[in-house]
């Protein structure tokens, strides 16, 4: 499977250091385009980078302006900014991290620089992606618990589960060996639902435990207490 290749978007009102940081930068095998304002960015889908590069000192839409409008928006939250300026004072570096800056880069600067501060802060950026990923699987040997997809897979092959199925499994993975009562099964998978019989939790266990094959046997019952995920 091929590699994603890093889009960056350079926003700077210097045109010339636009074109010298999208050469240099594709020279490293990244795809750049550059913006001229920061008027002129949000015309563009900021969303699909990867990366931005921000001048501070811009029109009326500054770095820092553009930084925290996009910061704002649930769809570019998440982008890595370094900001390019020659302000570099304390408090102009401050402003800058506090904005969610991944890093901040003093007029003038050399292009190496430019393109070793680039290639941490992606790497980073993909650490960070790689442990978000992670942290919506429920692994077990080879079940899995796909949390944000809504899906469960035994070995690779896709286990067709309930609603309430799903639920009462992702509570159970993510408590391996914790005994929970029908009651408390009852109040955290059917909540504010009402007239659901303690026999419903049996039903649904019931199916679980065929639909997930071997690891059915890993569903206990505790006589008195409740169900727990045997681990």
Excluded at 83 to 96: C, H, P, R, S
Excluded at 186 to 194: A, G, N, P, Q, T
Excluded at 208 to 230: A, P, Q, S, W
């Amino acid at each position: 499977m091929a590699t994603k290749v890093p889009h960056i978007l350079v926003v700077d009102d210097e045109e010339d250091l636009c074109e010298i940081l999208k050469f240099n930068l594709e020279t490293e095998g990244y795809q750049v385009n550059t913006a001229f304002s920061g008027e002129e960015a949000l015309t563009l889908d900021l969303a699909s980078y990867d990366l931005l590069l921000l001048d501070v000192m811009m029109g009326e839409i500054s770095g820092f302006k553009l930084a925290s409008q996009l910061k704002k928006e649930e769809h570019t939250a998440h982008l890595p900014i370094i900001f390019l300026t020659a302000k570099d004072t304390e408090n102009d570096m401050l402003t800058g991290f506090n904005l969610g800056a991944d890093d901040y880069i003093s007029k003038p600067f050399s292009i190496r620089q430019v393109q070793a501060r680039v290639k941490a802060v992606l790497r980073r950026s993909l650490e960070a992606k790689k442990n978000s990923t992670k942290s919506n699987i429920l692994q077990y040997k080879t079940l899995s618990l796909d949390t944000e997809r809504i899906k469960a897979s035994i070995n690779g092959e896709v286990v067709p589960l309930t609603k309430k199925e799903f639920e009462i499994l992702k509570l159970l993975l993510e408590n391996i060996n914790h005994v929970f009562s029908r009651e408390e099964i009852l109040s955290r998978v059917w909540k504010d639902e009402v007239y659901v019989l303690d026999r419903t939790i049996d039903v649904n266990i019931t199916r679980l435990r065929k639909k997930i094959g071997e690891y059915g046997k890993n569903i206990v019952t505790r006589l008195g207490f409740g169900y727990c995920f045997e681990g």
